[in-house]
């Protein structure tokens, strides 16, 4: 079944839970919402139109290398091209370089859709836009020049090359060398893996950006430094040309995204790869944050794309197939099995899921954009903690609803969902990578924990949950029979992720081991305090404003009485679940 | 990492959640404790060395289906001829058709050995077995005589054969068709599908169990009869004859279980297979019920199985895998992750959880055996009973257990996970059947509430209730530090569940939809509860007998304290959530 971009889902997220009229209106943001829904709906018809139908066949065959070339699947190139050229690819970017200066938030909605049409595909823009952030924040001149039209443009492919096999997660050990030519570039050698269409044949030069240590760079993180390597060398003129000492020595084989290549690259076999400092010297690592931060943020969107993508499956099969009598069925006939409560309950859940992740996503974004583009430097910065404080939640919870969702879609199906040709288990599969890259869903939490809570002596995270507090007053306050128990449900949500953050930091200061063993359910019941408020005030827009929407009134109090109720007892994990974690023998 | 058999940990659970040492000293089961030990040992070995080398090359080369015939891999048939020979297939039957009669929870122990080593082959005699109960409850003195000792010694493999296109869970729509014929045998036409072992080459001849509607019959599932339709005919001397009409006509191409042939089977091209009634006409539901109920459970130690080879894989990875900085590090060294505290969450989570749904399973089985082999009969009854009412917990709980354990395990590999090499991703795509096959854990969740709660008035469930409860008091009395707060969590625990039961047996009579739209949540809350009452009576064992075993009070508590506290939440799902989840229209 074809994908069909949820754009009314995506604006009333936008509208409720991210505020974006309100910003308009304050001159922060410098768009009109007729714009907005216009851009967003033309990207789902590019979705849909373009990047769907190659979803499947480019799972089927995958990326191959042949010969030390990598070929992408059929069609890919193509699109790719089309992409490029519908000014897909620089939505965000400065216009500075070309590109079209439309808010994160807008950006953020646009990545969902490549993503919940084909994961494989979307992944090459998420990981060009990271490195343009790089090279717009901290390259050069010459480098801008250079390198940053083409790149904004679409015409060439950007990629992030951090991890080494011993490695991957603990960055301070890697061995990548740079050693300082004459002229003032440097020449690379080493190995990396796992990186993201490290190679491929759809433009006609990559930009690599690789983290390397120089010589006598300080051990550890401190002395570690950011580079740019091109695939192909790049004249002043623009002209491309010798290809530069970088192959693809190997392609993964996966367990999903098989149309994405995940490269083995070798640098320097030939003696050294031509690479030009970004930054400073043993500062690579502050660049690399900016790029995985937003990074994190676009990845957590993935989470919610694939969601989306497996729900609008599951429910159109569950509409199709009929099993078992139901209420609309007649004599001995079976009815649909959408009308089993059951499976209600599985399809509830994952609408409810998916709304509540893109919401966190677009506030995450809507933050960044304020953090950006607010003129008084107080809003800036209190903005720029809160994407500090949401990002973590952004790329784990709704990464990890994202292969949840993608399971019960699965189940949907029955066993039909296990039967690859079907294309639920593809998601399944798509989705497994979430909660591992750019920082394992773990990684995440303990980010949280240990960094983002402390941010500003822990007034961030105390003024958010006050802002999720009033929320929970409001919904008691408008007393709708509609809403049922959702008052009092998201104020035990609420209550409970107050406690269990106070718990944390406080044990953080006496046995920062017990507060980490309590950070994965910590960053569950945050997930769902947040998602729980802004499914509510979805909802009570949704009876304001008098339009109508009262599907959203519904996913909230699902929502509520639902899932956040399982919010009480992550808080009793977390407090009191660490002896236990701790105590037993596991080392061999 | 090869697999190593947990005889330790199931005979733990055999002794202290199932109470094998009782039974035996009762002279319910006519074995000891050595022998019960020494097979599972053997289990073990036989699994390690001969299934365990196979899994991999076995799911990267699937079964095939060339020319009419079904390849399966390479190393199978040897596998499979060693298996039968030593007479693995024969543990739990009667030893008047030449098995060894031993008993229930032994051969579900060694059925999860065969399936942790490798669920692809583990499948096959997991079907044979079914068959061979279904012919030994209800064949004609003929079938027994004729099919019986080659089912039993393994010479010849058995299927069940149930589903068709339209009709997956509602077997009542079912087309197949059989006519009698002058000499009392059948014709037996139609196609099925996701027939696991359909045909291969492995054995010389296959015994297929088939559902079909004879020309008059009821509609419905009350016009149901069984047959058995062998792949060649037999003689009355049991000499193979010709080939009966009956075809593999393709094999799906599945998420996982790739070794297992999956067929789509067409009896009847030629005219009609010949077939002959098991049982009685139209009542073949009954005897199918038989057998489902035995691979309910059968799937469940299927969900044990790949959580135990998941969690036996990451930690090993988990112990050699050095990343960051840990207690154990010197200077910038790294340490192995399993030191991280989120990591022993992690690995925590897997441990508990597996052995939980272990016990769950092997009191199942135990209950299975007492309502065999009881004397009194009202002894059998009340164990019959219980048994009905934890099959679907076991099939459910476990199998839902087994997807997210393999889950974390992939999780705990971090980038290495997703590459199908490190083999994390086999049992996570392998896993993923099993909440799925032999009734989906939605349907088990329905069973559990529709028709297992008003066993004998509700009696049935209260009991139960009742001697989960004398175990918390149990753990409350004991008063040992080391079990934390563990009382306190699994009472709250068993109350959430005694609650969440009275409200389902109302509620079943004034508003059944709203009861169902419980169902799943509530089985997830009653296995959380068994599991933790059989981990609790693990560890107060251990603590008794003064034998050690510390492991076990820390597994127990740890699911106590961070596991068992999603009941009350569940609870509150359970009890509120039914209006929010039939509310909002979903149908086209």
């Not at 091209?81 to 970017?93: I, K, R, T, V």
């Amino acid at each position: 079944m074809p994908y069909v971009a949820p754009v009314d889902d995506i604006m009333h997220a936008l509208k409720t839970a991210a505020g974006l009229e309100a910003l308009i209106a304050d001159g922060i943001i410098a768009t009109d919402m007729d714009t907005v829904s216009a851009v967003i709906s033309e990207a789902g018809k590019f979705g849909a139109e373009v990047l769907d139908p190659l979803n499947w066949s480019g799972d089927r065959q995958g990326s191959k290398l042949v010969d030390g070339v990598v070929h992408t699947p059929a069609g890919w190139k193509e699109a790719y091209g089309q992409f490029a050229a519908a000014g897909w690819g620089s939505l965000p970017c400065s216009e500075e370089h070309g590109g079209q200066g439309l808010p994160q938030m807008v950006s953020m909605a646009a990545s969902e859709i490549w993503n919940s049409a084909n994961m494989g595909f979307g992944l090459c823009p998420l990981l060009t836009q990271g490195a343009i952030d790089a090279v717009e924040a901290h390259g050069s001149a010459f480098l801008k020049h250079t390198f940053l039209p083409k790149m904004v443009s679409g015409e060439w492919t950007g990629t992030m090359n951090l991890t080494e096999p011993h490695a991957g997660s603990d960055l301070g050990h890697l061995r990548a060398k740079a050693e300082k030519q004459s002229d003032g570039t440097y020449k690379i050698t080493g190995t990396k893996i796992f990186i993201t269409y490290g190679d491929h044949e759809m433009t006609e030069n990559i930009v690599h950006l690789v983290l390397a240590r120089l010589p006598d760079a300080p051990p550890g993180t401190r002395g570690i430094s950011l580079f740019l390597v091109p695939k192909y060398m790049v004249g002043t003129d623009g002209v491309r040309g010798a290809r530069n000492d970088v192959i693809c020595a190997g392609l993964e084989h996966k367990l999903g995204i098989h149309a994405s290549p995940t490269c083995v690259m070798k640098f320097g076999e030939k003696g050294g790869a031509n690479g030009y400092l970004i930054g400073k010297e043993n500062r690579g690592l502050n660049v690399m944050f900016i790029m995985m931060n937003a990074a994190r943020l676009a990845v957590g969107v993935q989470g919610v794309a694939i969601a989306e993508r497996a729900t609008q499956r599951a429910l159109e099969y569950a509409r199709e197939r009929k099993q078992g009598r139901t209420a609309s069925s007649k004599g001995h006939e079976m009815g649909p099995i959408v009308e089993h409560a059951d499976v209600r309950r599985n399809l509830m859940t994952m609408k409810a899921m998916t709304q509540a992740a893109r919401a966190i996503c677009l506030v995450t974004a809507r933050e960044t954009d304020v953090s950006r583009l607010a003129k008084d430097p107080a809003v800036r910065a209190a903005a720029a903690n809160k994407v500090a404080l949401l990002t973590p939640i952004a790329k784990a919870f709704s990464t990890d609803i994202g292969c949840e969702v993608a399971s019960i879609g699965v189940q949907i199906h029955g066993g039909m969902g296990f039967v690859e040709e079907t294309g639920a288990a593809q998601y399944y599969r798509d989705a497994r990578i979430l909660p591992i890259y750019e920082g394992t869903n773990g990684i995440q939490a303990i980010d949280l924990v240990s960094r983002k809570l402390p941010l500003d002596g822990g007034k961030v995270v105390e003024n958010y949950i006050g802002e999720l507090w009033k929320t929970c007053e409001e919904v008691r306050a408008s007393n709708r029979p509609e809403f049922g128990r959702m008052a009092e449900r998201l104020s035990d949500t609420v209550i409970a992720l107050s406690e269990a953050t106070r718990y944390l930091m406080q044990t953080m200061q006496t046995n920062p081991d017990a507060a980490m063993a309590g950070a994965t359910p910590y960053l569950r019941l945050f997930g769902l305090a947040s998602g729980g408020v802004y499914l509510a005030r979805g909802a009570l827009a949704a009876t304001r404003d008098g339009s109508g929407g009262s599907q959203y009134v519904a996913l909230a109090r699902f929502f509520a009485e639902n899932l956040a109720t399982a919010a009480p007892g992550l808080k009793e994990t977390v407090v009191g679940g660490a002896d236990s974690t701790l105590g037993m023998a596991l080392s061999a």
